[in-house]
């Protein structure tokens, strides 16, 4: 018979000193963050055991890598680990379940006894084979002999390590998290003849991560990147503070890979719970036109007003711009500005037109009416349709009518020209005088 020799190694743990050096937090609009935390590390030559905490604690554990910088090789992970059981009287007693604790009621009683179970209120067994029962909410205080094990303050990474180095390192840990997020916001102010615009961006970080990123270097991704939902939902609580940068700060914006990478020029604290808002860039002044237009298909009598611009150099602008909300002042007669509008925009290169919709004119109706259906033959039809525009303003307004058409389509007999902008749209730029109505009227005929 072979003999078998068992070998047992001795592991020596020891946690290790943790100091941190430096931090980086790259935040993508899609509720996600990629952390790079280099911390002074004191490592033991040989096996050890390294306790990292004020990791976040929306972290995605199977993302994170450890490195020391400049030495890919030094370190060997024997064992990873994310220990997220935090401290809290609940799992505090059912660690002390079968273990003796010390109960104080608001009587100023005192009890002294085994914790059996804590369905219910604590029952605790006497020191003489008694059962007592104290109900929850009489208990002012409970003294426990010392924290459970496995028990932990703070959300914590814990490894085991194979160090060919012994001593002070720089060590970089890098890992994802959820529930930290950005969006841009945009304010702009219109002139007195709505040909103009003052547009100032703004960048707002939300962070719920569970923890803090203090003097981070910060950097926001812009773009559409894809990433596999879990089927873990996380919930958003707490509370939120809201804190506008004292100073405008700039951004530095590059193409990065298929998306725009924008880095903050100076380090930024993110506290948990915390909204912060920095200047995307200064106010620019930006040419734009006010539009009008009505789609009688859509809302029978109303008429949208929009304002238009172009990000381009020329126009004043010429800067991509990451997707959110703008919104839209104007000055009243007194000089105080009021609020006229608000819309979403999406992800714009430079070059591109931003439209945004404001809300609906007051002065200005539409009315769409289909005068007559004619059946020509099984495949072929035609609708003579009349649109009736009317301005009650004390100025003159050119209005687009949109008219959705399907099928093979032609237009015939119309009173205005117009322009064929897609395979199902045709446009008709409008006219209308001050205090009149215009009728547009023309033939649709289209063959399926």
Known sequence: MKKIALVFCVVLVATVTVTQAEVGITIYNNDLALVKDVRQLELSA?????????????????SVSFSVVGKPDAVQILEQNYRYDLVGS???????IDKEIQVITKEDKLFTGTLLSTAGGLTLMDPDGGIRIIARDAV?????????EGLITRPTLV??????????????????????????????????????????GWVSVD?????????????????????????????????????????????????????????????ATVRDNEIK????FAPVDVAAKKIF?????????????????????????????????????????????????????????????????????????????VKDHRKITSRISEDDIEVSLRNRKDKAVTITVVERIWGDWTIRNATHEYRKKDARTAEFDIPVPAGEEVTLSFTVRRES
């Not at 002012?140 to 459970?148: E, G, I, Q, S, W």
């Not at 909300?325 to 992800?347: C, P, Q, T």
Request: glycine share 6%; with cysteine.
């Open 277 to 280: 808002q920095l200047s995307l």
């Open 293 to 369: 237009t009505y789609n009688g298909q859509r809302d029978d009598k109303k008429v949208l007003v929009n304002v238009e611009f172009e990000n381009s150099e020329a126009a004043g602008l010429g800067i991509p711009l990451p997707k959110g909300k703008i919104r839209v002042m104007k000055a009243a007669d007194d000089g105080s500005l009021e609020f006229v509008g608000e819309d979403l925009i999406d992800h714009t290169p430079k070059k591109e037109k931003v439209r945004v919709y404001l809300g609906n004119a007051f002065d200005i109706v539409g009315e769409r009416t």
């Open 140 to 148: 002012r205080d409970m003294a426990f002999p010392k924290l459970p």
């Open 90 to 96: 609940d799992k505090i007693l059912q660690k002390y």
């Open 159 to 200: 490894w085991l390590l194979d160090s060919k180095l012994a001593g002070r390192q720089s060590c970089e840990v890098r890992y994802l998290t959820k529930k930290i997020n950005w969006h841009a916001e945009y304010v702009a102010i219109v002139n007195a003849n709505d040909n103009r615009l003052n547009l100032a």
């Open 207 to 267: 962070n719920r991560s569970g923890t803090t990123y203090k003097d981070a270097k910060l950097k926001l991704i812009a773009g559409d990147v894809h990433t596999v939902e879990e089927a873990k939902k996380y919930m958003r609580g707490g509370r939120t503070d809201m804190m506008l940068a004292a100073r405008a700060p700039s951004f530095e914006e590059e193409s990065f890979f298929e998306y725009h990478l924008y880095t903050l020029t100076r380090p």
């Open 46 to 62: 040989g096996d050890s055991e390294l306790k990292f905490t004020d990791v976040a604690s929306a972290i995605d554990p199977t």
